[in-house]
């Protein structure tokens, strides 16, 4: 069975090109990359869609209802999504977002500086 399709080709001379490690590295780090910036935007819309539909429901039922502003029943939406949107975000920036890689290291270092300039 024979088909049009051709291969993708970027260069006049494809047959003659080396696929070394090297690009397929680059084309991984690339895919990486892209798919680390989708969880981002895809977070940032979330983010987004969070503020205007809570800021729209909080005023709805503050106009609409005998409740009053600080009552549990208008902020439980907001509340409820928001643990959801906690947990997205440590989807998309991970768990070591506020102390980084090396936090540990960094404070067992301060904490034996400290203790050594208290013994000397």
């Known amino acids: 069975m024979a088909t049009d399709i051709q291969p993708y080709n970027d260069s006049p001379d494809f047959e003659k090109r080396d696929f070394g490690k090297r ?70 920036f991970g768990p070591g977002f506020m102390f980084g890689k090396d936090w540990e290291e960094r404070k067992i270092k301060e904490f034996m500086d400290r203790d050594r300039s208290n013994w000397e």
């Open 23 to 92: 690009d397929f590295a680059k084309e991984e780090a690339y895919m990486r990359a892209k798919k680390k910036l989708e969880k981002l935007v895809g977070f940032y819309w979330h983010l987004a869609v969070y503020i205007i539909v809570n800021a729209f429901i909080i005023i709805l039922i503050t106009v609409n209802s005998h409740q009053s502003f600080f009552s549990f029943g208008t902020w439980a939406t907001a509340f409820f999504w928001g643990i959801g949107l906690l947990f997205h975000f440590l989807g998309v």
